[in-house]
């Protein structure tokens, strides 16, 4: 052990104690009840990202409004979750019309809006000569208008509560993948639209972006199966990360509750990879 000498940057580590460590006292925590009585939607919340973050926002004193297509999905939830302070948002996002609609559910569940994730999406992988105009249509529609008029429909309450907005790109918004030049696209065009918000809306509300890398949710698990062999697919999706494995939804939760609390309050317009460092090169 090192013997813990002069300035007080340098002092033994204090055993922490539950309050510090978070709720149920979470191994490597440390990050307290940052949301207590902040109202959060995370859109496609029952499932995947969404629904780690959710839990995380739950754990850390938030009331949240799930994001759901499927009563189902969200009483799934909800099963997992009992007594949680959560509330349905259900619907399909896209359209203004359907996006602004989840988002005043949310509003009239939780009276009101601090935080908004937008983490529905929709991933397909397909050749470039095969995009047809429905595939083009459903990424476009689901990661880019939904994005965008979610954060639209929620701007008035964000405003009016110094709120803040986190946005789920990806690597692939920075980077090629193959057989995803429509998802690519997509998520390019999030981290864009996230900035160029970020140009009007700055000193009223703050937009950030996270930019994961494989993450092992069933939607990695269903283009895996889609693949015709998934082992193969799930071996090179743990290799593309120089860290050599695909995050946990807890490590893009994690992620994604730093940029919507207090301890991010100047952080805007960021681009926050999750990945290992997966952009950095080949
Ligand atoms: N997993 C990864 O490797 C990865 C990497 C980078 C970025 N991302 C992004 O992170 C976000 C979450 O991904 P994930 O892995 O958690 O995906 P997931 O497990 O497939 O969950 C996506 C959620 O979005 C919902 N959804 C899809 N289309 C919708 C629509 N039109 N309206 C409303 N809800 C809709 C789904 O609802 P249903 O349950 O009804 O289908 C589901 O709950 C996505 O934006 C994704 O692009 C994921």
Same mark, same amino acid.
């Given at each position: 052990?090192?013997?813990?000498?002069?300035?007080?940057?340098?002092?033994?580590? *204090? *055993?922490?104690?539950?309050?510090?460590?978070?709720?149920?006292?979470?191994?490597?925590?440390?990050?307290?009840?940052?949301?207590?009585?902040?109202?959060?939607?995370?859109?496609?919340?029952?499932?995947?990202?969404?629904? !780690?973050?959710?839990?995380?926002?739950?754990?850390?004193?938030?009331?949240? !409004?799930?994001?759901?297509?499927?009563?189902?999905?969200?009483?799934?939830?909800?099963?997992?979750?009992?007594?949680?302070?959560?509330?349905?948002?259900?619907?399909?996002? @896209?359209?203004?019309?359907?996006?602004?609609?989840?988002?005043?559910?949310?509003?009239?569940?939780?009276?009101?809006?601090?935080?908004?994730?937008?983490?529905?999406?929709?991933?397909?992988?397909?050749?470039?000569?095969?995009?047809?105009?429905?595939?083009?249509?459903?990424?476009?529609?689901?990661?880019?208008?939904?994005?965008?008029?979610?954060?639209?429909?929620?701007?008035?309450?964000?405003?009016?509560?110094?709120?803040?907005?986190?946005?789920? !790109?990806?690597?692939?918004?920075?980077?090629?993948?193959?057989?995803?030049?429509?998802?690519?696209?997509?998520?390019?065009?999030?981290?864009?639209?996230?900035?160029?918000?970020?140009?009007?809306?700055?000193?009223?509300?703050?937009?950030?972006?996270?930019?994961?890398?494989?993450?092992?949710?069933?939607?990695?698990?269903? !283009?895996?199966?889609?693949?015709?062999?998934?082992?193969?697919?799930?071996?090179?999706?743990?290799?593309?990360?120089?860290?050599?494995?695909?995050?946990?939804?807890?490590?893009?939760?994690?992620?994604?509750?730093?940029?919507?609390?207090?301890?991010?309050?100047?952080?805007?317009?960021?681009?926050?990879?999750?990945?290992? @460092?997966?952009?950095?090169?080949?």
């Amino acid at each position: 052990m090192h013997r813990v000498v002069g300035s007080s940057r340098f002092v033994k580590p *204090r *055993r922490i104690g539950r309050r510090q460590a978070g709720p149920g006292g979470r191994k490597g925590g440390g990050k307290g009840m940052r949301f207590v009585g902040k109202r959060v939607l995370v859109t496609g919340g029952a499932r995947g990202i969404g629904a !780690a973050t959710a839990s995380a926002f739950l754990k850390e004193g938030a009331r949240v !409004a799930i994001g759901a297509r499927r009563q189902s999905s969200f009483d799934a939830f909800a099963a997992a979750h009992p007594g949680a302070d959560i509330h349905p948002a259900l619907g399909e996002v @896209g359209s203004q019309a359907k996006s602004t609609a989840v988002v005043k559910a949310a509003i009239a569940a939780l009276g009101g809006l601090d935080i908004l994730v937008n983490s529905a999406g929709y991933f397909a992988e397909v050749a470039v000569e095969d995009i047809d105009q429905a595939h083009w249509d459903r990424i476009m529609e689901t990661n880019v208008a939904g994005t965008f008029f979610c954060a639209q429909a929620a701007l008035p309450e964000l405003k009016k509560n110094k709120g803040n907005i986190v946005n789920l !790109a990806s690597d692939a918004g920075l980077i090629g993948y193959p057989l995803g030049a429509a998802y690519s696209a997509s998520k390019a065009a999030v981290i864009n639209l996230s900035r160029a918000m970020v140009l009007e809306l700055a000193g009223r509300i703050r937009i950030n972006c996270v930019a994961p890398g494989n993450v092992d949710t069933d939607m990695i698990r269903e !283009a895996a199966d889609a693949s015709g062999n998934a082992s193969a697919y799930l071996t090179r999706a743990n290799a593309r990360s120089p860290t050599k494995r695909m995050a946990t939804p807890q490590e893009v939760a994690d992620t994604i509750l730093y940029l919507a609390s207090d301890q991010a309050s100047f952080v805007n317009g960021a681009i926050l990879s999750v990945d290992g @460092g997966g952009v950095c090169g080949f």
